[in-house]
């Protein structure tokens, strides 16, 4: 199934590139984070130039730990994997603009998660803010590059940011995806309160516990880095006609891939998980 309930709750809380922190609705992956220029994914503002449009984004062409990378030669590890503990809950559902003017470019929608859901990687705990999408995926796996790709954006009281990635493949939807792709906000900085709509969030896990881990940065302005990724080994799924409804708003939504240098990148295999 596309979207299936995480059977491995002592395991890895995968929960995936831009941040925030309990971020108002026109906010986006860097939500705690102030916007001092206006970016896009295209054209003069977009990737290519984003270090030039004010030194608050130099890290986005000086930086050397960027996302997103290609998930390629990783190397398997066990240990204790991330720890999760997800509640059901209400969603409220934002079509949101990376610029601070009115300018339509650069969309993202952002599903704002209720407070008391927690990952607890290397014995911090980290809350779980929001989750949004890209598309396509912006990480790849060994050259792949997916129809989409959802994050799941974490805070620890510290201030320091971890993002579960799951990347999308065309597939059968869960049922419990449907209340969400039915509610899609259609114009650039509408909400959506999605009354009576409790979403599980294991349902946008896959069942595989294990994860790529390693070490990046936000893939949107200011780029900074220090931010704590898991991407789930195995995609999640989702029906042709429901990837072609994000498709439809958020298209050419992803950083291009940065040079990984001298980083690792590992498989975690949490101690209940099959290698």
């Known amino acids: 199934m596309i979207v299936r309930r995480m059977r491995y709750a002592a395991c890895v809380a995968l929960a995936a590139a831009a941040l925030g922190c309990a971020p108002p609705a026109d906010q986006t992956e860097h939500a705690t984070l102030q916007r001092t220029a206006h970016w896009s994914y295209e054209g003069e503002d977009g990737p290519a130039h984003w270090a030039e449009l004010t030194p608050d984004y130099a890290a986005c062409a000086e930086g050397r730990r960027q996302s997103p990378i290609d998930l390629a030669d990783a190397e398997f590890i066990a ?72 994050h799941l954006v974490h805070q620890s009281a510290s201030g320091e940011f971890a993002v579960v990635g799951v990347v999308i493949e065309e597939g059968e939807s869960d049922p419990g995806v449907y209340p969400l792709v039915e509610n899609l906000p259609v114009t650039p900085g509408a909400s959506v309160r999605l009354e009576n709509v409790r979403v599980d969030i294991d349902e946008l896990l896959p069942l595989d516990p294990r994860y790529y881990r390693y070490e990046g940065s936000l893939t949107t302005p ?13 995609p999640a799924e989702l029906t042709p006609e429901h990837i072609e409804r994000f498709r439809a708003l958020l298209d050419g939504t992803n950083r291009p891939l940065q040079p990984r240098h001298d980083r690792r990148v590992a498989i975690q295999i949490g101690a209940d998980a099959d290698s």
């Open 79 to 150: 240990g204790p994997a991330a720890q999760m503990e997800y509640q059901p809950a209400s969603l409220r559902a934002a079509r949101n603009e990376h610029a601070v003017d009115l300018v339509d470019n650069g969309h993202t929608i952002q599903f704002t998660y209720d407070e008391g859901s927690t990952l607890q990687l290397d014995g911090t705990d980290y809350e779980l803010l929001q989750f949004h999408i890209h598309v396509p995926s912006e990480h790849t796996v060994e050259g792949r590059r997916f129809p989409m790709e959802v």
């Open 222 to 234: 200011p780029c900074n880095e220090g931010v704590h990724w898991l991407v789930m080994f195995e």
